[in-house]
Structures are given as C-alpha cells and as structure tokens.
C-alpha cells in the first residue's frame, strides 16, 4: 500500500495522518481485531489510556478509533476495531507489514495521576473494554499507585469475549480482582450469567476510596451509575467515556458536539457530574 505522508509539527499537521506500519495483527473474535502500530520514525505516540487517534486507509476513509494499550518502551500501541463499514473492513484486511495513517492522539483520556492511590472499578460492556485495556495495563505497571482493583466485564456470548489469552495476568501479575458474565445462559460458559449489574450485589467497595471507570454500550451506562450510586459513589467519583460520532477529532467540525461540550475534545472521558445535566441529549 503506497502512502505519502508529512511528518512535520505545525497545528495544521493535526489534520495530517502520520505514516504508521502494522507491525502485528491479532485476531480476537468473528467482529473484532486487534493491530499493533508503530510509527515510521519510531516515535512515541504520547498518549494516556483512553485517548484515541483516527486512523486513515488510503483511498478509503478515516475512523476513530480508541488506543488500547499503555505506553510502553517498544513505543508500540494497541488498537482493537469491530469490522462494521468501510473503513473498519479495511483494518480488518490488514495482514501485517503494511503503512497506514495515524492523527492523534486525540481527547482527554483517564487521568491516571489523579486516579493515584484510589481503588478502581473497572466496568466494561462488550466493546467498553477496549479503552479500559489501556487502563489495566497502565495500573499493572504501576501497581503501588493504585488500591484495590475490581474488573466487572460482561459480553453477550463466550465467543465475544475479547483478550481471553491476557485476562489470567491481570489477575495474577496485576492483582486485580476480575468477575466475567455473559448475558445469557451458554452450553460453552459456566460462569456468571446475567447483565453486567448483577455482578453489583456481591461487591465490596470504599465508596469514599473507589473511582469507577464505565465504557460500554448507551443502554448500559443509565443501569451501572445507578448501581454504582447505590454502592455509595459520589457523582464525581463515577467517570465515563462517551462515543460519539466523529470527523474532525479537534474540535473543529461540530460532528461531536453535545450542547457546549466537544466529545472529541472535552471528552470523551467525563465524570458524571460533568454530563448528568445533559444526559438527555446523550
Ligand atoms: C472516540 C471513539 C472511539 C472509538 N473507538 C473504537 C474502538 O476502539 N474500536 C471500534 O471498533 N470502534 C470504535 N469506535 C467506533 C468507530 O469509530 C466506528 O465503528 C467507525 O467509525 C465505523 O467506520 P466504518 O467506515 O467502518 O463504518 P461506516 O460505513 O462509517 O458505518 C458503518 C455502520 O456503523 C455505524 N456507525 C459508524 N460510526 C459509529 C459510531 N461511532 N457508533 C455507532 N455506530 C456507528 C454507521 O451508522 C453505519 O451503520 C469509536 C468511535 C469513537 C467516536
Ligand atoms: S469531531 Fe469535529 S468537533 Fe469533534
């Protein structure tokens, strides 16, 4: 795939893809895939879990798409996609070796110093999983700043479940605690069955302590802050990530913009008493 891109640094350049080779591609389920990237110059991408970039397929499009991973010293970094249109169909395609184009990052993302020395749970619904990655991996690095970690993650079927092969080392080498559920009754699951509230009742949590950190579908989000406030949280303590379709990426095309906020921008991670206000136009 032939691409010629501009590696410079004005502010213009926020609109420039920078050549990016994938350098692993990893399949997770039917619908989801992950890649590793890396840009041509080795650079690190400079990002905080929970940001995302837009990656551009030539001759095809552009999509945002959440970063997945921590930093790390490769100066690597992870993206998970579900195959849907265009673009995502081409990320899908991609077999390895080939350039691609990166803007970003884009967004605020978590705020891992102030997160320091609070408890954490981690709520992921299906896809929701795949910025909170990026969370997990950067807690387990830095293990002593944080408390006691919880992990809620709840997904359709056993067959979606996503990065089966490393939820064991979260457990283990980042000792956190992680409770799976699947929606439904499975012949291929014996574990926890039911939405991923009821995994609610049997938590032991610090309200006073303990940030929540929500990602999931918009149906999921009304039913977890409402368990989470039952469990004592401050709306301040509860913190979500809000997708939104987008173009530009920086705050420019209004294609995110919900009331005075720019998703892509102010966002897309807020507290709850950040967007409670709003959450009828969410
Ligand atoms: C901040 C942010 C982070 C994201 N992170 C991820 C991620 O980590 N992994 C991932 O797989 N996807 C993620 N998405 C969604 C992803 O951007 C869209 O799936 C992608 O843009 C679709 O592009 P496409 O060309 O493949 O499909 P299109 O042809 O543009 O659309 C295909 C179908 O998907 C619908 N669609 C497009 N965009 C969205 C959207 N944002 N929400 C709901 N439906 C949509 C369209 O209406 C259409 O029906 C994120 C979106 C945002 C805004
Ligand atoms: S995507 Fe253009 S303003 Fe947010």
């Not at 992870?78 to 395609?93: E, F, N, Q, W």
């Not at 149906?219 to 303590?237: H, P, S, W």
Request: charged share 20%; with cysteine; glycine share 10%.
């Amino acid at each position: 795939m032939a691409l010629e891109l501009c590696q410079c640094e004005r502010e213009s350049d926020l609109y420039v893809p920078r050549p990016t080779r994938v350098t692993r591609v990893k399949p997770q389920t039917t619908l989801e895939t992950m890649i590793t990237l890396q840009f041509l110059d080795g650079a690190d991408l400079g990002h905080r879990p929970g940001q995302f970039v837009q990656v551009f397929i030539p001759a095809i499009g552009e999509a945002p798409i959440s970063i997945c991973s921590a930093p790390n010293p490769e100066n690597t970094f992870d993206l998970c996609v579900r195959k849907l249109g265009d673009v995502t169909s081409a990320i899908h395609r991609l077999q390895g070796g080939e350039v691609i184009g990166i803007r970003g990052p884009f967004g605020n993302g978590f705020d891992m110093e102030a997160l320091q020395g609070h408890d954490l749970l981690i709520v992921g619904g299906g896809i929701g999983l795949v910025p909170l990655r990026g969370v997990i991996q950067y807690v387990a690095q830095h293990r002593e700043d944080y408390g006691e970690v919880t992990i809620l993650y709840g997904f359709k079927t056993p067959a979606e479940q996503l990065f089966r092969d490393e939820l064991d080392s979260w457990v283990t080498e980042g000792q956190m605690d992680l409770r799976l559920t699947v929606d439904r009754p499975h012949p291929d699951w014996s574990g926890h069955v039911g939405v991923i509230t009821t995994l609610f009742p049997d938590l032991k949590l610090n309200p006073q302590r303990t940030k929540a950190l929500v990602v999931g579908p918009p149906i999921m989000y009304q039913f977890v802050i409402t368990e989470c406030r039952l469990k004592g949280l401050a709306d301040d303590n509860i913190i979500l990530s809000l997708e939104r379709r987008m173009r530009c990426g920086v705050g420019k095309c209004g294609h995110c913009q919900i009331n005075n906020k720019y998703v892509c921008m102010d966002g897309p991670v807020f507290t709850f008493s950040e967007v409670k206000h709003m959450w009828e136009a969410i």
